[in-house]
């Protein structure tokens, strides 16, 4: 009589001596949808709408944030200005990307709107909007800027950075009013 092995391990896949087969793995109980096609499905699906809340976090909590934003007056910034980088420590030389020979100019249109035109071309209308101590300019096609005022004389223009969601203080350009013309 052949010797039987009473480890039940050694006879997941263990071969048959008699016939040369190799007897299968036994079926062990499934939870639902394990090594269902659906199962993978189903996880992708919980995996998105966790990310789509995730996502939709910081839009959610800004709604009580966009009750305080309030139309500004566009006058302070009407008028001729030059385009450079901001100024601060460690800048050597600045040179203005557009200088007060051939200004940036931002006219008013109405109170709380203003046109600008660099010598790149027409950036169009924009509301201008106050919020927390800074002034979003809002287009109607939905770009938008934020100019946060460093001096009298001059502020910081910013657009989103690559999430679209926050202002991109790093790559700001700083405008500065130009000397009204001697006459």
Request: charge should be negative.
């Amino acid at each position: 009589m052949p010797r039987r092995d009473r480890n039940p391990e050694s006879l997941i896949g263990a071969s048959d001596t008699r016939n040369g087969t190799v007897r299968p793995a036994p079926k062990v109980g499934r939870t639902p949808f394990q090594g269902d096609a659906r199962s993978g499905v189903c996880a992708k699906l919980e995996a998105m709408k966790h990310a789509l809340f995730l996502a939709a976090l910081p839009a959610l909590l800004a709604l009580p944030a966009l009750a305080d934003v309030k139309p500004a007056d566009a006058a302070p910034f009407a008028g001729s200005w030059q385009i450079a980088f901001p100024d601060g420590e460690g800048v050597i030389v600045n040179v203005p990307q557009v200088s007060c020979e051939d200004p940036a100019v931002i006219t008013q249109l109405d109170e709380d709107t203003l046109h600008a035109r660099t010598p790149g071309g027409d950036m169009g209308a924009w509301d201008v909007k106050a919020f927390g101590g800074r002034f979003p300019w809002w287009r109607e096609d939905g770009a938008s800027l934020v100019a946060d005022w460093v001096r009298d004389d001059a502020f910081l223009l910013a657009g989103k950075d690559a999430t679209g969601i926050q202002t991109d203080w790093a790559n700001a350009k700083q405008w500065t009013r130009c000397p009204a013309a001697a006459e």
